[in-house]
T-cell receptor
Framework: NAGVTQTPKFRILKIGQSMTLQCTQD?????MYWYRQDPGMGLKLIYY???????DKGEVPNGYNVSRSTTEDFPLRLELAAPSQTSVYFC?????????????FGDGTRLSIL | QQPVQSPQAVILREGEDAVINCSSS?????VHWYRQKHGEAPVFLMI?????EQKGHEKISASFNEKKQQSSLYLTASQLSYSGTYFC?????????????FGTGTRLKVLA
């Protein structure tokens, strides 16, 4: 059972570079989420999607973009990386809204921007 | 607007009980509980729905007081494996923008 798979697991970027964090799930879940977790802190919602072709902003969307062309994939794009984006990024999925069904998390991508 | 959890941290001996509280300033329709071990992803424990329905873990229980906008997680006869950070989570909407918000977290350590 793969569940939610995130790649890469670790990445170091230079300020101003761009990259895409990949997330794929094999549970046929409609709902997918991107969170960031700063050291010692809780998780904050960046973007979410309720199905292919539908995405919307969460609590902290600035500096990020997403797309959802298929049910399985929900990539997160960082443009012009900044040190404030150093964090652990988690992708999650659920079969119903985040309030009604459990969210299943990937193992995370640890991103450092220097 | 982030749900506030208490206590912030707790240390237990194996076999002791603990209660973790989650309090929101906004109306709650459901509350989730997750546990996150250091360096790992959060893992779902339990959902509590408005109206009393509860889905989740066999050895951990929880309550949900809709009127007080609070939830409590009860860990009984704690085991070493219970160590980690516990988060409550809830969904809501502000100015039409959907939010799923995690609480401030409670660090729990169980000692042998």
């Amino acid at each position: 059972n793969a569940g939610v798979t995130q790649t890469p697991k670790f990445r170091i970027l230079k300020i101003g570079q761009s990259m895409t964090l990949q997330c794929t799930q094999d549970m046929n879940h409609n709902y997918m989420y991107w969170y960031r977790q700063d050291p010692g802190m809780g998780l904050k919602l960046i973007y979410y999607s309720v199905g292919a072709g539908i995405t919307d902003k969460g609590e902290v969307p600035n500096g990020y973009n997403v797309s959802r062309s298929t049910t399985e994939d929900f990539p997160l794009r960082l443009e012009l990386a900044a040190p404030s984006q150093t964090s652990v990024y988690f992708c999650a999925s659920s079969s119903g809204t985040g309030g009604q069904q459990p969210q299943h998390f990937g193992d995370g991508t640890r991103l450092s921007i220097l | 607007q982030q749900p506030v959890q208490s206590p912030q941290a707790v240390i237990l001996r194996e076999g002791e009980d603990a209660v973790i509280n989650c309090s929101s300033s906004k109306a709650l329709y459901s509350v989730h509980w997750y546990r996150q071990k250091h360096g790992e992803a959060p893992v779902f424990l339990m959902i509590l729905l408005k109206g009393g329905e509860q889905k989740g873990h066999e050895k951990i229980s929880a309550s949900f007081n809709e009127k007080k906008q609070q939830s409590s997680l009860y860990l009984t006869a704690s085991q070493l494996s219970y160590s980690g950070t516990y988060f409550c989570g809830t969904e809501g909407s502000t100015s039409g923008t959907y939010k799923y918000i995690f609480g401030t977290g409670t660090r729990l350590k169980v000692l042998a």
